[in-house]
């Protein structure tokens, strides 16, 4: 994930799903570069999104993808719970800039480890879903643009910054 940020123009299918994945990921964290605590945990809309929930949620959305519906994987989310279902919404009063961002990053990086053997046409192995990794990828690429777009809206909002 880490090393320049474009997006790739050319390569195998995987690497331009991963490339684009990893420019996304790289995009997500710019939007809260230069933040502090309470402007990226600014609710600016009715809903919980807050650039800082972004963040949160996107963690459990790559852990859960990518390692227990890809991989198989019985782990507990870093945010998320069945009893707490918008825990990773919700800025707890332990939550910095710094730790989710650290959080996010190694969930994207221990993502990337769990499927690396795969090849875009295996089946995902958990949770009752009958996907390729080649869907997982562009649903992931969907999902996180989405959110790109979530915080480039809430970053103009906290203090005026525009763009990727």
């Given amino acids: 994930m880490e090393g320049t940020r474009q997006r790739p123009g050319e390569g195998s299918e995987r690497e331009l799903l991963q490339g684009h994945l990893d420019y996304l990921r790289q995009t997500l964290i710019l939007k809260l570069e230069g933040l502090d605590r309470e402007a990226a945990g600014r609710r600016l809309v009715p ?24 991989n198989g994987e019985h782990i507990p989310l870093t945010y998320y719970t069945p009893e707490d279902e918008d825990a990773d919404w919700r800025i707890e009063p332990h939550d910095t800039v710094e730790s989710v961002v650290t959080a996010y990053r190694a969930a994207c990086t221990r993502a990337d480890e769990a499927i690396a053997a795969y090849s875009l046409d295996d089946i ?32 103009e909002l906290v203090d005026g910054s525009v763009g990727e």
């Fill in 124 to 155: 995902t192995r958990g949770r009752g879903y009958e996907r390729t990794l080649r869907w997982v990828y562009l649903h992931m690429i969907e999902e996180l643009a989405r959110h790109c777009g979530h915080a480039d809206i809430l970053r």
């Fill in 47 to 70: 809903s919980q999104t807050t650039l800082l929930g972004i963040m949160k949620h996107s963690t459990d959305v790559e852990e859960w993808w990518f390692r227990v519906t890809m």
